[in-house]
């Protein structure tokens, strides 16, 4: 048993769990199984668990490890860094209570990385694809200046209500992760004919909708005409399902679905 484990309580209703880790140390390594005794205070999460694995990296049978390794930013549900498996869902772990997922003594959490990103290290993926996708739809406002343009075009609350909930896009690839069209791809050079994926399609449609932004809306449509655009969406659905802040990402994908159609059309009678 682990030091940490035959530590008494300091904090009444802390209890002692087990996590179940799937480790890899490298890309080319084969993963494997290591779990830990941990003991969990009230309001603890998944992060500050990991944070007690690194002060005490001994496995529950008295191994000898190394601290585990995951990627973590602002520790609040924003950054989106902290993205990984638990319990088998695709989660932030931050915001991921051990009091609801592990309420009593002896329970087990599984931690396992996101399935559709490369593996850097344990539970620490590379997202590059993910932003990758952003690039391609042209995910921003041009601003092609540093001189004063004077006031930009005003933005009426029933239009900043719906895109703001859009605008809450972490970047954290749960939509990617449960998403069956989204398949691995280590070919960087595919990654442009791949499924984009719901948070791209998504934030296409934040910034079409945007009366600056708009200007590049040609751009992003004719992107998510092509291959790997919109028309790869299986309509599974899980996407809006793990979404942490709720986006409605299938309103997304069918919004965006009739402008390409409209757009498709104009372009087969107009040529432009």
């Not at 993963?31 to 496995?59: K, M, Y």
């Not at 209500?161 to 954290?172: D, K, L, N, Q």
Request: proline share 7%; with cysteine; net charge negative.
């Amino acid at each position: 048993m682990s030091e940490n484990a035959t530590k008494a309580p300091a904090i009444p209703g802390s209890r002692r769990i087990k996590m179940k880790i799937l480790r890899q140390d490298t890309e080319s390594k084969l993963p494997r199984w290591e779990i830990f005794d941990v003991l969990a205070e009230p309001g603890a999460n998944i992060i500050s668990c990991l944070q007690q694995i690194a002060q005490h990296p001994v496995t529950n049978s008295g191994e000898q490890t190394t601290p585990v390794t995951y990627d973590a930013g602002c520790l609040e549900e924003v950054c989106g860094a902290c993205t990984m498996v638990i319990n088998g869902r695709v989660r932030q772990s931050c915001s991921c209570l051990i009091d609801q997922i592990a309420p009593n003594e002896g329970d087990t959490i599984t931690l396992e990385p996101m399935s559709k990103f490369p593996i850097i290290r344990d539970l620490w993926v590379d997202r590059e694809r993910l932003f990758h996708s952003l690039k391609r739809i042209s995910a921003w406002v041009p601003i092609d200046s540093v001189y004063d343009r004077g006031a930009g075009p005003q933005e009426l609350p029933d239009k900043q209500e719906p895109r703001y909930e859009m605008s809450t896009c972490m970047s954290c690839g749960c939509c990617l992760e449960a998403c069956p069209q989204f398949t691995i791809e280590p070919d960087q050079e595919k990654w442009d004919t791949s499924f984009i994926g719901a948070h791209a399609i998504s934030q296409a449609r934040l910034f079409n909708d945007h009366d600056t932004g708009r200007q590049l809306k040609k751009d992003r449509l004719d992107t998510l005409m092509g291959p790997g655009g919109i028309s790869e969406c299986g309509n599974a659905q899980n996407c809006v399902k793990v979404c942490p802040k709720e986006i409605p990402l299938t309103e997304s994908i069918a919004t965006i679905g009739r402008a390409v159609t409209v757009h498709s059309i104009a372009r087969f009678f107009t040529g432009k």
